[in-house]
């Protein structure tokens, strides 16, 4: 499914939900990928998208986050094309 979505779409965004409980009931960590259909090639290898992650439980004044933009071409190159959103531009190479 990763690759799928890494050959036919542009990621926007990725939020990672995954450090806290979001939702009571849920047995996996939470992620969500905001993304749309790209067909060109050239726009999705340029693509640098926003990572966004929750440092904080949420509260009534927000969540707090990290931000970071990662190439999309890096996920293409990670072993199946797993979306390690720890990796940043220095350290794809080893991957």
Do not use: H
């Not at 965004?13 to 996996?28: G, M, N, W, Y």
């Not at 969500?32 to 904080?56: A, M, P, V």
């Amino acid at each position: 499914m990763r690759k799928i979505i890494l050959k036919t779409c542009k990621i926007d965004e990725i939020l990672d939900l995954s450090r806290f409980k979001i939702f009571q009931d849920a047995i996996v960590r939470n992620t969500i990928l905001i993304s749309k259909k790209e067909d060109d090639k050239s726009l999705k290898n340029q693509n640098k998208i926003k990572i966004i992650i929750q440092k904080t439980e949420p509260s009534l004044t927000g969540i707090n986050t990290d931000k970071k933009l990662i190439s999309q071409t890096v996920f293409l190159k990670t072993p199946e094309n797993m979306f390690r959103l720890e990796l940043d531009d220095i350290y794809w190479p080893y991957y």
